[in-house]
């Protein structure tokens, strides 16, 4: 009983090592040595528990003159032998029982109809399907190659076999995923623009995508669609480059117009006067042309649109501003420079010029713009140019009042002959008879006189107060006192004007 259990694992691996005796060495028999191997089992590894065996009755048939023995077949049973034979039983149960193991291999025809399948996808079907197609054909026979025992004869082919589709398939999940990336990428790139950072994850997906066409071998069937993808995939990731390229310009161009508009919010700040205001304009100016400049289809040219309104408005309130400040500079500038030439005819006594140059410093105040920074500067010199340029006015007056005196006296001075010389000051009128004047006053009444005719004296008296009331008239008109001398210099008269 005990030489028969151990002869059949014996003999399966024979069957096995002799199927090709050019790769396999001669394995030694471990049964050889019985006594060794017995001994080694002892009832501590006996893998039945006698208990289980308890109650179990054992009939031997009566025609064979055979008693029942149910101590002897317990005995039996639960021998060690007995459970070693049945463990090698199984063993070569399972050993025989597997694939390729007995007769032809039917597993690796399927795997190579399988592969063959998995090549027909790749070279029939041109989409992008194919390579996840074939992989999964490729998968099919890898499965069922990997069935295969070492013990079969067939074990060195399945695993040349298995090598070589391994390989294959390696390559094809090296495309499917360089496929999955690209999918995504272009996914991702739909209805552009998008943000830098997305723009870099799309690049990194063309880049791994490519690295994983790259890796697979001139020699594997799915090299030509690899090699088309790849050329596909760097025009696309040109491409991607570019707009990021793009994007990242533009990103770089709208942080420069932020900051620029940072620059002229902080001058406005502090701007009064119109250099500081011409200043914020052309930083607003400089900040808007700079969103401008920032390319359609990038996310940075949304977000300058927007700005671009706000900056925009900032402009042009820093321009009305600016506009506001120079219209009132130049009229304060233009009331001070008429002021100082006012003062320099008043001192020339040149009231008429003098007179004009204040009203235009007193019209130039007046114009400064009330939200100019030099609305309050030029309010504090207005009364001073008023009070001025009135003053100037009542010399002007005066002077004009002398002017007409001196014509007036010109006039009734003259005569043939002449009736008097003059002086005028804005204190004095004095007025010297001529000797002529008088003399022929009174010439003429002499002469009346001797004729005994009363008009030549009557129309020399008349004359003479014709005078008198014309040089009064004057002075009136002068408000200056008036003093009459005769030729010898005897004051005659002496009239002061009404106010």
């Known amino acids: 009983m005990k030489a028969t259990l151990q002869e059949k694992p014996s003999l399966t691996r024979n069957y096995l090592t002799t199927r090709d005796t050019s790769?396999?060495?001669?394995?030694?028999?471990?049964?050889?040595?019985e006594s060794e191997y017995d001994t080694a089992i002892d009832d501590a590894e006996n893998p039945f528990d006698p208990k289980d065996l308890e109650g179990v009755v054992i009939t031997v048939d009566s025609d064979s003159g055979s008693e029942k023995s149910?101590?002897?077949?317990?005995k039996i049973l639960l021998s060690p032998q007995m459970g070693v034979g049945v463990v090698v039983a199984l063993a070569c149960l399972y050993t025989l029982t597997r694939p390729c193991v007995i007769g032809e291999c039917r597993e690796i025809h399927q795997a190579r109809s399988l592969a063959q399948q998995s090549q027909n996808t790749i070279e029939t079907i041109p989409t992008a399907r194919a390579p996840g197609l074939a992989r999964q054909e490729l998968v099919g026979a890898i499965a069922l190659l990997e069935t295969i025992p070492w013990w079969s004869p067939?074990?060195?082919?399945?695993?040349m076999l298995l090598r070589d589709y391994q390989h294959e398939q390696q390559n094809l999940t090296s495309v499917v995923t360089a496929l999955t990336m690209a999918g995504v990428a272009a996914q991702m790139s739909q209805n552009p623009p998008h943000p830098l950072d997305d723009w870099q994850k799309m690049q990194q997906l063309w880049e791994d995508a490519i690295a994983q066409l790259q890796k697979v071998p001139p020699e594997s069937i799915i090299y030509p669609f690899a090699e088309t993808r790849v050329t596909q995939y760097r025009a696309n990731l040109a491409t991607v480059r570019g707009r990021l390229s793009l994007e990242r310009e533009a990103q770089q161009t709208l942080e420069r117009a932020?900051?620029?508009a940072q620059v002229a919010r902080a001058r406005q700040g502090v701007a009064r006067h119109a250099e500081s205001w011409q200043s914020v304009y052309d930083t607003w100016q400089s900040a808007t042309n700079i969103l401008a400049s920032i390319p359609p289809g990038t996310m940075a040219h949304q977000e300058a649109q927007l700005l671009l309104v706000r900056y925009q408005s900032s402009l042009e309130d820093s321009r009305d501003r600016k506009t506001i400040?120079?219209?009132?500079?130049?009229?304060?500038?233009?009331a001070v420079n008429n002021a100082d030439q006012a003062r320099i005819f008043e001192e020339r006594e040149a009231w008429n010029e003098a007179s004009r140059a204040w009203g235009r410093a007193v019209s130039f105040a007046n114009n400064v713009p009330?939200?100019?920074?030099?609305?309050?500067?030029?309010?504090?010199?207005i009364p001073g140019y008023n009070q001025a340029w009135q003053q100037v006015q009542a010399q002007v007056q005066i002077e004009s009042r002398l002017e007409k005196a001196r014509g007036d006296l010109s006039r009734t001075c003259a005569g043939n002959p002449k009736i008097c010389n003059y002086g005028i000051s804005r204190d004095l009128i004095t007025v010297r008879l001529t000797s002529e004047y008088v003399q022929q006053i009174k010439n003429s009444a002499i002469s009346g006189d001797r004729a005994g005719n009363p008009q030549p004296r009557s129309q020399a008296r008349n004359h003479v107060n014709t005078l008198i009331v014309a040089l009064e008239s004057i002075s009136d008109n002068a408000r200056i006192p008036l003093q009459v001398y005769m030729p010898d210099g005897q004051k005659i008269g002496t009239h002061f004007p009404s106010m």
């Open 370 to 381: 009330q939200s100019s920074s030099y609305y309050l500067e030029m309010q504090s010199l």
């Open 258 to 260: 932020k900051n620029t």
């Open 70 to 74: 149910p101590g002897l077949l317990r």
């Open 154 to 159: 067939h074990h060195l082919e399945a695993r």
């Open 325 to 334: 400040e120079q219209v009132g500079l130049e009229a304060y500038n233009r």
């Open 23 to 33: 790769t396999a060495p001669d394995l030694p028999n471990p049964f050889e040595h």
